[in-house]
Structures are given as structure tokens and as C-alpha cells.
């Protein structure tokens, strides 16, 4: 059975646009049993969706630490050392890609942030990151960016498999 990792706009996006809670719950009930079967969430994941205390959580934090924070189900990869390899791979490409400025290795060398993370894990341990970011189609190393870098740039780059929310719904046959 394939396992995903999951990127937080992939819940952050449907949340605020399309698959609200009272419009389509039937996304969510998807969700929460495809999470069950084989989606994981890194703990910078978890992190960026619960980082609000009291009444300032919002209606996707509450279903979040509801329905999604089973430990068995959360990712700590500090002591992973094959994940430690594959991080430190992550950053030394994009230290050393033509296609990056120094801005850009900076967004992605702090350490609470979750996209390295998500790479690296999925390298170590062949997960599918979801994510509903795109590819940077005007990459190029005589004109680098100085942007944060994309997901799925990243992982082409570094042969781990990438898909959208889209892309996941079809290969878990969801219909909503």
C-alpha cells in the first residue's frame, strides 16, 4: 500500500475554498478515512495547522487535532538518521542548485520548516508527498530565484514522487 505525506495546503486550500466543511463534508469524512489508511502527517505539519491557542483556533485546526493527531500516525523525524542524510541532501541542493539564490536556501534552512522535512522523509522512507503547490516552470540557472523553492520542483529533482490533492483522490478512487 502506498503512504503519502501530506503538506498542510493540502488541507489549508480545500479548508478555505472549494471543500468547505458545510458544503462538502463528504470531502472530509474522505479524508479522515484515506488518513486512517495511509496518509501521515510530519510534525511541522501538524504544527503549522495547530499553532493557534484558545478561541483563536479555526474550524480546520479544531478537525485537525479532532480527527488527525493519533501518534502513531504523526511523523518525528529528529532521530531518523537515514531522514538526518536526506535532510541535509535536501538543503546542500538547493545550497548548490544553479536554479537558487542564497534567499532561496535560507527560506528552507530553518529548521521548523516543514518542506525539507516532507522530502526528506518521503526520500528515506518512499512516501508520496501530496501537495497542492505547482512547479516553477521558469527555473533557470541564468536567472535564478531568489524564492522559496517549490515542493515539487525539489522532489523532481531529487526523484521522490509528488502528486496534488487531485491526483490523490484518483488513486483512492475518492467521489465526493
Known amino acids: 500500500m502506498k503512504k503519502y505525506l501530506i503538506d498542510s495546503n493540502s488541507l489549508i486550500s480545500p479548508y478555505r475554498?472549494?471543500?468547505?466543511?458545510?458544503?462538502?463534508p463528504s470531502f472530509w469524512e474522505w479524508f479522515k478515512q484515506t488518513y486512517d489508511q495511509?496518509?501521515?502527517?510530519?510534525?511541522?505539519?501538524?504544527?503549522?495547522?495547530?499553532?493557534?491557542?484558545?478561541?483563536?483556533?479555526?474550524?480546520?485546526?479544531?478537525?485537525?487535532?479532532?480527527?488527525?493527531?493519533?501518534?502513531s500516525k504523526i511523523i518525528f523525524p529528529n532521530s531518523d538518521s537515514a531522514v538526518l542524510t536526506e535532510y541535509a541532501n535536501v538543503l546542500n541542493h538547493i545550497e548548490t542548485s544553479p536554479f537558487y539564490k542564497q534567499r532561496s536556501y535560507d527560506e528552507w534552512a530553518v529548521f521548523?520548516?516543514?518542506?525539507?522535512?516532507?522530502?526528506?522523509?518521503?526520500?528515506?522512507?518512499?512516501?508520496?508527498?501530496?501537495?497542492?503547490?505547482?512547479?516553477?516552470?521558469?527555473?533557470?540557472?541564468?536567472?535564478?530565484?531568489?524564492?522559496?523553492p517549490r515542493i515539487p520542483?525539489?522532489?523532481?529533482a531529487l526523484g521522490v514522487r509528488c502528486i496534488n490533492l487531485y491526483d490523490l483522490m484518483r488513486e483512492v478512487q475518492c467521489v465526493i
Not at 475554498?17 to 462538502?24: E, G, K, L, P
Not at 520542483?153 to 523532481?156: E, I, Q, S, T, Y
Open 17 to 24: 475554498t472549494f471543500y468547505q466543511f458545510d458544503i462538502v
Open 38 to 71: 495511509s496518509v501521515y502527517l510530519v510534525d511541522r505539519v501538524r504544527d503549522e495547522l495547530c499553532h493557534a491557542k484558545g478561541d483563536n483556533k479555526d474550524d480546520l485546526q479544531i478537525w485537525v487535532e479532532t480527527y488527525c493527531l493519533d501518534r
Open 112 to 148: 521548523e520548516k516543514a518542506d525539507p522535512w516532507l522530502i526528506a522523509i518521503a526520500k528515506a522512507h518512499d512516501y508520496t508527498i501530496v501537495t497542492m503547490e505547482e512547479r516553477n516552470l521558469n527555473l533557470n540557472p541564468k536567472n535564478p530565484t531568489g524564492k522559496e
Open 153 to 156: 520542483d525539489v522532489c523532481a
